[in-house]
C-alpha cells in the first residue's frame, strides 16, 4: 500500500529521506551532542546533497567517535590522513579538519556562553520560529539571523558554517519551522 502522508516535496524520494524528515528534521533539538554533531553534518553536507550525508551518517558517527568535542580534541594528523582513506565517509581534508577544529571553537564557545544550546537558542528567544510557507519557492536559502549566528560562530572559530548552512542547520534542529503548510508534520514541530 502506498504512503498516502504529505511531506515536505524534497522529502519524498526515499525511504532514509522520508525517515529523516518524518522523526528528526525540524523537532526542537537541545541535547548538546546532537546539536554538534548536526552543526557539523550541515558543514560537511556543503556541495553535496543531503541524501548522501544520510547514507553516510553512520560512518560518520563512528569515524568522528559520536561527534563527542572532547575525543575529537584527540585527532591529528595521522588521524585526518587515516579518515581520508575510509571510503565510508565524506573524505574531504578541509571538511575533516572543520569538524576537528570545530571541536576546539565548541570549547571556546561553551566557555564563554556555557553551551552550544544555550547560544543558539537565544537567537530565537528559546522558542523555533513558525513559518507558514505554502511552495518550497518561499524558503529562503539563508536570512539574515542566520547571517548572524553564522558571523558570530565564525568569530568563535568555526568553520564550513555559512549563512546557508546555518539555515539549514536552524530547519534542521527546529529553531525554524519551516515545513510547508501542506506537510503532515508542520504542526507536530
Same mark, same amino acid.
Given at each position: 500500500?502506498?504512503?498516502?502522508?504529505?511531506?515536505? =516535496?524534497?522529502?519524498?524520494?526515499?525511504?532514509?529521506?522520508?525517515?529523516?524528515?518524518?522523526?528528526?528534521?525540524?523537532? =526542537?533539538?537541545?541535547?548538546? &551532542?546532537?546539536?554538534?554533531?548536526?552543526?557539523?553534518?550541515?558543514?560537511?553536507?556543503?556541495?553535496?546533497?543531503?541524501?548522501?550525508?544520510?547514507?553516510?551518517?553512520?560512518?560518520?558517527? &563512528?569515524?568522528?567517535?559520536?561527534?563527542?568535542?572532547?575525543?575529537?580534541? &584527540?585527532?591529528?594528523? $595521522?588521524?585526518?590522513?587515516?579518515?581520508?582513506?575510509?571510503?565510508?565517509?565524506?573524505?574531504?581534508?578541509?571538511?575533516?579538519?572543520?569538524?576537528?577544529?570545530?571541536?576546539?571553537?565548541?570549547?571556546?564557545?561553551?566557555?564563554?556562553?556555557? $553551551?552550544?544550546?544555550?547560544?543558539?537558542?537565544?537567537?530565537?528567544?528559546?522558542?523555533?520560529?513558525?513559518?507558514?510557507?505554502?511552495?518550497?519557492?518561499?524558503?529562503?536559502?539563508?536570512?539574515?539571523?542566520?547571517?548572524?549566528?553564522?558571523?558570530?560562530?565564525?568569530?568563535?572559530?568555526? &568553520?564550513?558554517?555559512?549563512?546557508?548552512?546555518?539555515?539549514?542547520?536552524?530547519?534542521?534542529?527546529?529553531?525554524?519551522?519551516?515545513?510547508?503548510?501542506?506537510?503532515?508534520?508542520?504542526?507536530?514541530?
Amino acid at each position: 500500500m502506498p504512503d498516502q502522508i504529505t511531506r515536505c =516535496p524534497w522529502a519524498t524520494h526515499s525511504e532514509l529521506e522520508q525517515d529523516y524528515h518524518d522523526h528528526e528534521w525540524g523537532i =526542537p533539538v537541545h541535547d548538546e &551532542r546532537q546539536l554538534f554533531e548536526k552543526l557539523n553534518l550541515d558543514g560537511l553536507q556543503a556541495g553535496l546533497s543531503w541524501a548522501i550525508v544520510l547514507k553516510k551518517r553512520p560512518a560518520l558517527r &563512528r569515524a568522528f567517535v559520536n561527534f563527542a568535542p572532547n575525543e575529537l580534541l &584527540r585527532f591529528d594528523d $595521522s588521524t585526518v590522513d587515516a579518515l581520508m582513506q575510509n571510503t565510508d565517509i565524506i573524505r574531504n581534508r578541509l571538511k575533516i579538519k572543520a569538524v576537528i577544529g570545530n571541536a576546539a571553537a565548541y570549547r571556546t564557545l561553551c566557555a564563554k556562553h556555557g $553551551s552550544l544550546d544555550q547560544f543558539l537558542w537565544r537567537y530565537v528567544d528559546f522558542r523555533p520560529i513558525v513559518n507558514t510557507w505554502i511552495s518550497t519557492d518561499q524558503v529562503p536559502p539563508c536570512t539574515p539571523l542566520s547571517q548572524t549566528i553564522s558571523a558570530d560562530l565564525k568569530k568563535l572559530g568555526f &568553520r564550513f558554517v555559512g549563512p546557508t548552512i546555518v539555515y539549514a542547520f536552524m530547519q534542521a534542529v527546529g529553531m525554524v519551522n519551516d515545513h510547508l503548510t501542506s506537510c503532515a508534520f508542520y504542526h507536530n514541530t
